[in-house]
Antibody, heavy 118, light 107 residues
C-alpha cells in the first residue's frame, strides 16, 4: 500500500526551529517529486516546497530562506527543516507525492500540526 | 505565479442536487488541473486529475471538464458523503497553486 506518515509537529516559540518527517511506504521517495503543503487553521491549502527526483528544490516565497526540504534515501523519508518560525507558519503540514506525468498530489499524509506561539 | 480562482466560495445544496464548481487559471494551463475533496480534520483526497480523469475509487457522479483557463467540477447527484470542501490545483508550473476552496454545505 502506498502511504505517507508525517511526524515532528508541535508547539514552538517564534524564532525557533522544527524538523518535520514524512515516512513513505509502498514507493521510493527518491524516484518521485515530493512536496509539502500546509493549511493554516480555517484556511485553504498552500504549497510550501518540492524536491524533484533529480534533487532540485523549490520553495514558496513565504518560506524561502527559512525552510529546507530534503530526503534520506536509505530511510525512504522526506524532511522539512523549518527555521526562524513565525506565528503565520502555524498550520497543519502535509507531505504528498506528485504523480509522474501530470504532477497531481497523491497520496497525502495525514498531516502534522505546527503551532508557533509564545 | 499562476493564480487559481474558484467560484463560488461556498454553496448550500440538497441531497440529489446537481452541483457545479468552477475554477479559472490566470493563464493557460492546458489540462494540468486537479480537484481534491477535503473533509474536516482530514487530508485532501484526489478526485479528478488532468482535468477530467477519475482517480481510482471515485464515484462516477463526480466529473471534471475544461482546458486552457476554465475548468468545472460537477457532482451530478449530491450525496450525504459529498458535503466537504473542494479545491482545484494547477500542476502546470511551480509554484503549484490551489484555488481558495468551495465549501459545499447541506441546505
Amino acid at each position: 500500500e502506498v502511504q505517507l506518515v508525517e511526524s515532528g509537529g508541535g508547539l514552538i516559540q517564534p524564532g525557533g526551529s522544527l524538523r518535520l518527517s514524512c515516512a513513505a511506504s509502498g514507493f521510493t521517495v527518491s524516484s518521485n517529486y515530493m512536496s509539502w503543503v500546509r493549511q493554516a487553521p480555517g484556511k485553504g491549502l498552500e504549497w510550501v516546497s518540492v524536491i524533484y527526483s533529480g534533487g532540485s528544490t523549490y520553495y514558496a516565497d513565504s518560506v524561502k530562506g527559512r525552510f529546507t526540504i530534503s530526503r534520506d534515501n536509505s530511510e525512504n523519508t522526506l524532511y522539512l527543516q523549518m527555521n526562524s518560525l513565525r506565528a503565520e507558519d502555524t498550520a497543519v503540514y502535509y507531505c504528498a507525492r506528485e504523480v509522474y506525468g501530470g504532477n497531481w498530489f497523491d497520496p497525502w499524509g495525514q498531516g502534522t500540526l505546527v503551532t508557533v506561539s509564545s | 505565479d499562476i493564480q487559481m480562482t474558484q467560484s463560488p466560495s461556498s454553496l448550500s445544496a440538497s441531497v440529489g442536487d446537481r452541483v457545479t464548481i468552477t475554477c479559472r487559471a490566470s493563464q493557460s494551463i492546458s489540462n494540468y488541473l486537479n480537484w481534491y475533496q477535503q473533509k474536516p480534520g482530514k487530508a485532501p483526497k484526489l478526485l479528478i486529475y488532468a482535468a477530467s480523469s477519475w482517480q481510482s475509487g471515485v464515484p462516477s457522479r463526480f466529473s471534471g471538464s475544461g482546458s486552457g483557463t476554465d475548468f468545472t467540477l460537477t457532482i451530478s447527484s449530491l450525496q450525504p458523503e459529498d458535503f466537504a470542501t473542494y479545491y482545484c490545483q494547477q500542476s502546470y508550473s511551480t509554484p503549484r497553486t490551489f484555488g481558495q476552496g468551495t465549501k459545499v454545505e447541506i441546505k
